[in-house]
T-cell receptor, first 116, second 112 residues
């Protein structure tokens, strides 16, 4: 089954304790992205990757890191989490071929992170 | 700046028709997406419009007017399972493939 898998689904942590949220897709998609979703706000992009070893900042990258060493995996790293990073996080992927603007995003099931 | 507006909440009755509007102001336009998101779950793709007019997919249809910066999602024969948030997202011309701007979503409640 084609899917984007995120882990964990729920995570409660304390300020300053490094954590990683994993994301893996089995559709051989070139493009992957991380979003956070907060009440009253739309999905906001954190980081994205157009292909292996190619990553760039989205709209709200502060406090986050990513890596893309393999095509299927795109982990999100919080080196020193703070309470304002409490949010619902989604990983997404899509195929990309230069002008395929109609390719929809496929989302993972989300990770609800609470930082106390 | 770039902006997408949708109503925050709507209610409708099972079996009825509901129209969810989306207006946008972006730097150019490379298409508009609608996604459905049930509470606490992942958004799922519903439709894509890049040309003016109506696209029909079963009970769901999506309309686009580029000159007005306007789209709507039409849901017919509403079912209880249609209770969800509906997200409008626009791909502006500036920013290339990556850029996709999401509205805050419209939460639809379907009542018996």
């Amino acid at each position: 089954e084609a899917q984007v898998t995120q882990n964990p689904r729920y995570l409660i942590t304390v300020t300053g304790k490094k954590l990683t949220v994993t994301c893996s897709q089995n559709m051989n998609h070139e493009y992957m992205s991380w979003y956070r979703q907060d009440p009253g706000l739309g999905l906001r992009q954190i980081y994205y990757s157009m292909n292996v070893e190619v990553t760039d900042k989205g709209d709200v990258p502060e406090g986050y890191k990513v890596s893309r060493k393999e095509k299927r995996n795109f982990p999100l790293i919080l080196e020193s989490p703070s309470p304002n990073q409490t949010s619902l996080y989604f990983c997404a992927s899509s195929s990309y071929s230069g002008t395929s603007y109609n390719s929809p995003l496929h989302f993972g099931n989300g990770t609800r992170l609470t930082v106390t | 700046g770039q902006n997408i507006d949708q109503p925050t909440e709507m209610t409708a009755t099972e079996g009825a028709i509901v129209q969810i509007n989306c207006t946008y102001q972006t730097s150019g336009f490379n298409g508009l997406f609608w996604y459905q998101q049930h509470a606490g779950e992942a958004p799922t793709f519903l439709s894509y419009n890049v040309l003016d007019g109506l696209e029909e997919k079963g009970r769901f249809s999506s309309f686009l007017s580029r000159s007005k910066g306007y789209s709507y999602l039409l849901l017919k024969e509403l079912q209880m399972k249609d209770s969800a948030s509906y997200l409008c997202a626009v791909r502006p011309q500036r920013g290339g493939y990556n850029k996709l701007i999401f509205g805050a979503g419209t939460r639809l409640a379907v009542h018996p």
